[in-house]
């Protein structure tokens, strides 16, 4: 993977996972050498907010013995004088070792890699990709339940959840089982249900979760956001529907796990947290490894 | 001369646009930004039989030979189309349209939230699919209504 950008879980093989979920796993057990990376700066570029992505790279890159260095808020950047993204990343890579970037528009991330000859990792772009925060849900899985025959829900916003399209085609690369559920309105985009199709996916769509509870392996729980909808009573009803409490899991497997790429609001009531299926607060702390995993491999060449 | 040929007439110099599918022929003119507001002389054929196409249309602009970018992005609606260049009445080159793996700068993406439709030295770029297209940039797919993002400014 030396060099290259991550811009997408499309162009991960299921080796590629493989090998950055090893390497996870590795250091997550013994640690790494910090003096390779003690001149090694990463640097993140956050245009829309962020909490856990942010402060997850940033504490990978220092666990590696690296620095990092932060543009700050937008507002406080020169993007509010007019500097385009293009002209940000050509003076960026001038100073760094790689390049984190989180964007509110689809694409940003591929064409920042077109001016940059540093690994541009993409941390969101619009409503497009998240390959990082696939790559932590696939460790979280493989430690649980492992890859075998797996069959997983993702429920909530499909349409607009970056974390979702991510996640399921490299779960086609995987051959899991997917169940996707959500209202009709919310349901995936043509273009990630198209690659799907292409790749052939194991792939069905409900409205219901009940109809599928019992069968999961992984419920995959994605937050309904209230802008997407007209008015706030459609926004409640659906959002209710799509609400885990202990209650619905008394259907499901007993080893089911629940999976939530945070924040949420509450579509998890706060009763499932205490549950033996809760894996969301887990599943957050693996992206501290997982980065650190990923950066290893992008960066091993440049550093000594 | 056939009863056929004696529709359209024969033009002196430009391009003639043959095998278009039947009812696309405004389409193709879409797509050369014409109109009619320049002068320019225009002669239509539409829903003529063909042996090929059941119906087809057939387009014969004056004066306009086509730019390879014309070509690749009419390929598009009409991957039968046969390209004529015409000069004094006679056929100097004549082509089927192939379709290009990508087209550049030609579509605009109707994706609003699309990196490509921001103030950014980026051109649109769409990866050709058996039907329809795709933004390399943010995955969008188009399939109807193609000619409705010709971005010929």
């Known amino acids: 993977m030396h060099r290259e950008h991550v811009l997408s879980t499309k162009e991960l093989s299921r080796d590629d996972i493989e090998t950055v979920l090893d390497r996870a796993a590795d250091i997550a057990h013994s640690g790494t050498d910090r003096s390779r990376y003690a001149d090694t700066i990463l640097a993140l570029l956050f245009f829309e907010p962020s ?18 260095i932060d543009m700050g808020s937008v507002q406080s950047s020169s993007v509010t004088k007019g500097e385009s993204l293009a002209d940000t990343i050509r003076v960026i890579e001038g100073y760094a070792d790689a390049i984190v970037l989180r964007h509110p528009s689809e ?53 607009y959840g970056r974390t979702v399209h991510s996640l399921a085609h490299a779960l086609t690369k995987i ?23 292409e790749a052939g996916a194991n792939v069905r769509e409900h409205t219901d979760l009940e109809d599928v509870l019992s069968t999961l392996d992984v419920l995959y729980v994605t937050r309904i956001q209230r802008e997407r909808f007209p008015d706030e009573n459609e926004y409640r009803e659906v959002a209710g529907q799509y609400r885990i409490t202990e209650a619905a899991l008394e259907a499901a497997n007993d080893d089911l796990i629940v999976m939530h790429p945070l924040p949420r609001v509450d579509e998890i009531a706060p009763g499932v947290d205490t549950t033996t299926h809760a894996r969301y607060f887990e599943q957050a702390h693996n992206g501290v490894p997982v980065r650190m995993a990923l950066l290893d491999l992008l960066l091993q060449g440049e550093a000594q | 001369m056939t009863d056929q040929e004696l529709r359209v007439s024969k033009i002196e110099s430009g391009t003639v646009i043959d095998h278009v599918p039947g009812g696309h022929a405004l389409k193709v003119l879409a797509i050369l930004d014409i109109d009619g507001s320049d002068g320019e002389t225009v002669s239509i054929g539409m829903n003529v039989p063909s042996d090929k196409l059941g119906r087809k249309d057939v387009v014969k602009v004056e004066g306009h030979e086509l730019s390879q970018n014309e070509v690749d992005v009419i390929s598009l609606i009409a991957s039968d189309a046969s390209i004529n260049i015409i000069r004094d009445f006679d056929v100097v080159e004549k082509s089927r349209v192939d379709r290009p793996t990508t087209v550049t700068d030609v579509i605009a993406c109707p994706n609003r939230n699309c990196i490509t439709t921001e103030d950014e030295p980026v051109q649109s770029k769409f990866d050709v699919l058996e039907n329809g297209v795709r933004c390399v940039y943010c995955d969008t797919i188009i399939r109807e209504d193609l000619t409705d993002h010709i971005d010929t400014a």
């Open chain 1, 51 to 68: 909490t856990r992505t942010k402060m997850s790279f940033d504490t990978a890159m220092k666990r590696l013995g690296g620095t990092t």
């Open chain 1, 107 to 159: 694409g940003a991330a591929k064409m920042a890699s077109e001016f940059a000859d540093v690994p541009i990792i993409n941390a969101g772009d619009g409503a497009g990709q998240h390959p990082t925060q696939t790559l932590l849900d696939l460790h979280t899985i493989r430690e649980n339940v492992g890859f075998d025959d797996l069959s997983i829900g993702i429920m909530g916003d499909l349409k």
């Open chain 1, 175 to 197: 051959d899991a089982r997917q169940h996707f559920i959500s209202p009709e309105s919310l349901r995936l985009p043509r273009s990630v249900r198209f690659d799907l199709h």
